[in-house]
């Protein structure tokens, strides 16, 4: 994509330039000078197209982080509330209490 852009900038420095000389040159038709015109309007509005893409791909990524982060602290969160809690440990604990009763009760 930074090579597409980079390649259309060049194009537009290049047309503009075209442009302006077509311009101060005499005897050149209107027609001429119209094509030249319009290939600027496309390539302008193709460097606008890719510039909104570039917009819409860093609003993606910074959503992205943004959730990623809170993700990392969501675990990090749910790592200290177990720690402080011992929750897997009580819930080992009752798993292995209720295995004992089904083997005493099936004895």
Same mark, same amino acid.
Request: cysteine-free; glycine content about 6%.
């Given at each position: 994509? @930074? =090579?597409?852009?980079?390649?259309?900038? %060049?194009?537009?420095?290049?047309?503009?330039?075209?442009?302006? %000389? &077509?311009?101060?040159?005499?005897?050149?038709?209107s027609e001429t000078i119209?094509? $030249?015109?319009? =290939? &600027?309007?496309?390539?302008?509005?193709? +460097?606008?197209? +890719?510039? @909104?893409?570039?917009?819409?791909?860093?609003?993606? $990524?910074?959503?992205?982080? $943004?959730?990623?982060?809170? $993700?990392?602290?969501?675990? *990090?969160?749910?790592?200290a509330i177990n720690e402080?809690?011992? &929750?897997? @440990? *009580?819930?080992? @604990?009752? +798993? *292995? =209490? =209720?295995?004992?009763?089904?083997?005493?009760?099936?004895?």
């Open positions: 994509l @930074d =090579a597409k852009y980079e390649l259309l900038n %060049k194009a537009k420095t290049s047309l503009e330039s075209s442009l302006e %000389k &077509l311009k101060k040159t005499e005897g050149v038709d119209q094509k $030249v015109e319009d =290939a &600027l309007a496309n390539t302008t509005a193709k +460097i606008k197209v +890719i510039n @909104d893409e570039y917009d819409l791909v860093g609003a993606g $990524v910074t959503a992205l982080g $943004v959730v990623g982060d809170l $993700v990392e602290r969501a675990v *990090k969160q749910a790592g402080e809690y011992k &929750l897997t @440990d *009580k819930a080992l @604990d009752a +798993i *292995k =209490a =209720a295995v004992e009763k089904a083997k005493n009760a099936s004895n």
